[in-house]
């Protein structure tokens, strides 16, 4: 940690700490990669994997074959080694080699007013590079969405537990999906929670765009995020761009990171999309 | 006279047979302990079978009297590891070898190797109390003969 500390400058923000199995660790922090003298072994990434496994490799065995473990705090860390698989299906990871934890930052000045206005006109689709903070802006809405005298009822469809960390507060009406397949949570949050607001994160094939399209139908509003860093690209995907055709969603965000660790929008109508097809 | 004989070798035979009870009262705690593993660790098998949940949970909500007769008596254990290497063991040491080596390789597997290893250690602790059990029949067979004969010789002789 101390080695962490002294590559750091007092401006840079610790994004990621990436060990690796005999080769040196680094951190990225502002963007740069940064490297540091940390090798590890292969009986210390062991411990380390059982340690953010919580001494239960085999309760994470899903999520390690999707290449992530969730700790408690809604921090994801990436992992990877040697697939075993079947029919296209990894069955697990063996000889992890390497592991991206992500650092959780506390994001200052987010003012999300603008798309909170937006959110009422219908659907949104808030899109960025991986690493931006669309989860965490997320979370922000769905805590604003979902509080005070006109909250909404919001289910949050937390497949991959990283979404819903922190939104269990006492006065919020967000009820949490977690580890549901997003298909699955869409449609109990439909069916049977009854709610006002979708909230889904990191949405994207095909059976995604079924489920959404399907919950359209009953006229509940989905804010959800996915991986792009143009509106072109974006749509280049075909489940977003059969999610667009069928005008699910009346406005996109692109977001970005300011100086001073704000967010920054841009807001494209669907009709401004569509002229990117 | 001949009372007081009697009665002396009666004493050997009552002194015979409480240091019988008391030999076999450990041996029953050995296999008190031995259930309570077996216990512990199918317990442990069926949460990750039907739930898949993490051991600290598992442990949270295992039965106190479980863990208590596991030898287990402190609370706030997150591994199997922590409630085998506080217990005050009975059993004997090659099992407690075998139970760490259990303990200390949980939760470094998947799913299914996982409930192999839990079946695995079951069949050694169930091995294990069998033959227990038989030993303090054998035993208890064996020291009450032991204690009678000893006593009726010591009578034939004094007499």
Known sequence: ?277 | MAIFKLLGACGVAISGIVFVKETLAYEKLKISQADAYIGLIEYIKNQVECYNIPIDKIIESCDRDILNKCGALNTGYKTVADVVNSANMYIDEEIVDILMKFANEFGTVYRDEQLKMCNYHINELREYRKKTDEKISKERKMHFGLSVCFAASLILLLI
């Not at chain 1, 991986?130 to 909404?152: A, D, F």
């Not at chain 1, 959404?212 to 995020?225: K, L, R, V, Y």
């Open chain 1, 1 to 277: 940690m101390a080695e962490i500390n002294n590559k750091l400058t007092s401006e840079d923000l610790l994004e990621e700490i990436r060990i690796r199995v005999n080769r040196q660790a680094y951190i990225i922090c502002g963007g740069r990669n940064v490297l540091l003298n940390i090798v590890i072994s292969e009986s210390e990434m062991q411990d380390i994997l059982r340690s953010v496994s919580r001494n239960s490799l085999y309760a994470f065995k899903d999520s390690i074959s999707m290449g992530y473990i969730t700790l408690d705090l809604g921090i994801r860390v990436g992992v990877v080694g040697r697939a075993s698989t079947e029919d296209d299906k990894v069955l697990g990871i063996y000889d992890v080699s390497e592991m991206a934890i992500r650092v959780p930052n506390k994001l200052f000045n987010v003012n999300c007013d603008e798309i909170l206005q937006i959110i009422d006109h219908g659907s949104t689709l808030i899109f960025a590079p991986p690493g931006v903070g669309k989860t965490t802006l997320l979370r922000i809405i769905t805590q604003k969405v979902s509080s005070g005298e006109r909250g909404k009822r919001t289910c949050v469809i937390d497949t991959r537990n990283e979404l819903g960390y922190g939104l269990s507060k006492k006065d919020t009406l967000v009820t949490i999906l977690s580890s549901y397949p997003r298909k699955l949570g869409i449609e109990i949050a439909v069916r049977t929670m009854n709610a006002q607001i979708i909230v889904c994160d990191e949405i994207g094939d095909d059976k995604d765009a079924a489920a959404i399209i399907e919950a359209q139908g009953a006229g509940i509003p989905i804010i959800a995020s996915c991986h792009g860093s143009s509106i072109k690209d974006i749509l280049s995907h075909k489940g977003i761009r059969d999610l667009h055709r069928a005008g699910i969603f009346s406005n996109y965000v692109k977001i970005s990171r300011g100086d001073a660790l704000d967010f920054k929008y841009e807001i494209y109508s669907w009709e401004e999309a569509n002229g990117y097809i």
